[in-house]
């Protein structure tokens, strides 16, 4: 099983440390781990903004309408004076 397989279970953090790797290895890398971050960085950064957007869907989609939602407390007037005297 190689890598772009395995991307999708990966966790986020691992995920992370992947295209962190990969980068680096692209830059300073040997000519084969060079072509083969190259290859993968693509895969990578495609599965993480995957995940990026299904977070935010599942945010939204969880988030109540804030513009149909009723106010729960009214508020006071300004200038208007309850305090005792």
């Known amino acids: 099983m190689d ?3 395995k991307l999708p279970e990966m966790s986020d953090d691992a995920l992370a440390n992947l295209r962190t790797n990969a980068k ?3 830059q300073s890398g040997n ?3 060079r072509s083969n971050a190259g290859a993968l960085l ?3 950064e495609a ?4 995940r990026r957007l299904a977070k935010v869907k ?3 989609s969880a988030a109540p309408n804030s513009a149909s939602a009723p106010r729960a407390v009214k508020r006071a007037k ?3 004076s309850t ?3």
């Open 42 to 44: 693509p895969a990578i």
């Open 24 to 26: 680096r290895l692209e």
């Open 83 to 85: 305090a005792a005297s």
């Open 58 to 60: 599942a945010t939204r």
């Open 31 to 33: 000519p084969g781990q």
């Open 78 to 80: 300004r200038g208007s």
């Open 47 to 50: 599965e993480i903004a995957a």
């Open 3 to 5: 890598l772009l397989t």
